[in-house]
């Protein structure tokens, strides 16, 4: 069949599609065709939505049914579990990447993730080690044990022999039980007087659970491309407090790759939904001044400076617009990728 | 605050998905508040049976839920996706309850079967609703609104429509077609080329 004759049959079906009333052979014909063909799709579109008009919507379900369904979508997906608001992107996070991984099919849980050496099922146990700290910080118990002055690399490594007579289904489960616990321990009244918790380095624990969904959020993208899964970037709230939290910590990263003098500032206008202005000092120790001439001016998506953040960009590849000192402005995005060890 | 380019309804579409796939339980009760009505009377329309309507409804939602992603914001608005998703469920369960009708030898139906001759009398209370439902397909001339029925309400394939109105295949497609057309002309609010 060429190109033409199929676009015939399919606009001539088009309709009959519309009010599903063609042979499922049909249908995928169609939905094939309206995948490539720009007007077929349009058509298919405004048709589809003459159609949804046809029945109205006057009928309500009767009393009762919301609860029912409620009590069925929680036994198909569990929710995010409710915490405090800055552990939201975390549970938030922790729900879409738990969504992506009850798609996977066994084949997948033991592809090699993109930008790691860790297969699927190893990256998920390297997550639930480095939330492990958080949970014991907390007080919850943890397999194994953390031991005082643990070092990330060697929790990891630890967890990869616990996972090792699991099945991918216990890793998942009990990854998300643990992230579940942190996020209900979290929920109640300010008990737990934890100053920081150490994630390679010590952070405040509003700023930890930040980190933990950075890096939830950056490996479900790793495990999504290397299974060719679809993914949604973090709600725009959400990746403005993770950008906010990650351009707190360049200042401490970035200063060694940069050459002095350090008295200098750096503003970053990311754009997009979730972005916003920030001034980054190349002295961690300086404070932004309200009314700061920055050396340079950075401009570029704020989720793709995230992905950056994450050393997933390639800094000289990456879209970004730049005003003020040019080579101050590539020193410092060749340097933003150091800051992805940081949690 | 920060800076949004969330206007418009596909951003709003794009915006509650995203809220389902990060399993905010809020975001579902507006998905239902919003839909549940539209997605409940296409279901009881084409199921003419209240129980076995709310069962499509409560598994378009459940569908939803689960797989958030299926639905893609760049095809089509939400509205129009779970009016399929409605439309496809109820008619599947029309066209088994059918052919299971076809197959029995004394066409009766087994209990719990589908009768789609009896009236869900108490759900169409709403005399008004009940009467501007049938505007849009009143609005079309009888050859187009007849076929569009039979296709939408009733479950049938256009081939079937061009048996029941005695007409070619060709012949019915190309009214289910421009019967379309003439609705989505009149919700753009552009003059139907043939409106007139």
Redesign the interface.
Known sequence: MTGTDSHETVA?????W??????AAEEELVEAH?ATCPAC?R????????????????????AG??D???G??RA?????TPTAPYAAPY???V??L??LLS?LAPADWQRTAAHSELTVRELLAHLAATDSLVAAALGLPVQPPVTPGERLAARTAAALRLERGRTAEQTRRSWREQADAVCRALLGPPAPAIATVTLGRPFPLADALLARAFETWIHGEDIAAVTGR?T?P????HV?VMTDFATRVLPGVVTQRITPPHDRFLRLDL??????TWTVPLDPAAMAPVAVRPAAVVTLDVVEFCRLAADRRDPRQITVAVRGDAALAREFLAAVPALAPVP | M?????TGAADDDA?L???L?????AA??DL?DRF???V???A???TRD?RAA?DV??EV??AI?????AFDPA???L??????MA??RA?DLVRREEAHRRRSVDGQLPAGAIDRGDP?GD??S?AD??Q??GT??QALPEHLSRA?SL???E????RE?AVELGVPE?T??????????R??AA??GAPGEEAK
Request: with cysteine.
């Open positions: 001539e079906l088009i309709g009959a519309a009010l599903d009333a063609c042979s309206l799709a058509e298919g579109r405004e048709l589809r939505e003459a159609a949804a008009g046809l029945g109205g919507a006057h009928m309500r379900p009767p049914s919301l029912r369904l409620r069925a979508a198909r997906r569990r929710p995010a549970a938030a996070q729900t879409a738990d969504l798609d679809p949604v973090p709600l725009p709230e403005h754009t997009g939904d979730g972005g916003g | 920060f800076p949004s380019r969330a915006r998905r995203d809220r796939v990060f399993g905010d339980e579902f009760i239902y549940s009505a539209l409940h009377t296409i009881v329309r084409v209240g709310e409804t409560q939602f459940l839920w689960q797989r958030p992603l095809r089509g608005s509205r129009a996706w779970l009016a399929m439309h496809r008619v869900v759900q169409v709403d609703a009940a501007r439902l849009a397909l569009i296709a939408y309400f479950g049938r394939t256009y429509v060709g019915a497609k190309s009214r289910l077609r421009e019967g379309l057309r609705l989505a919700l753009s």
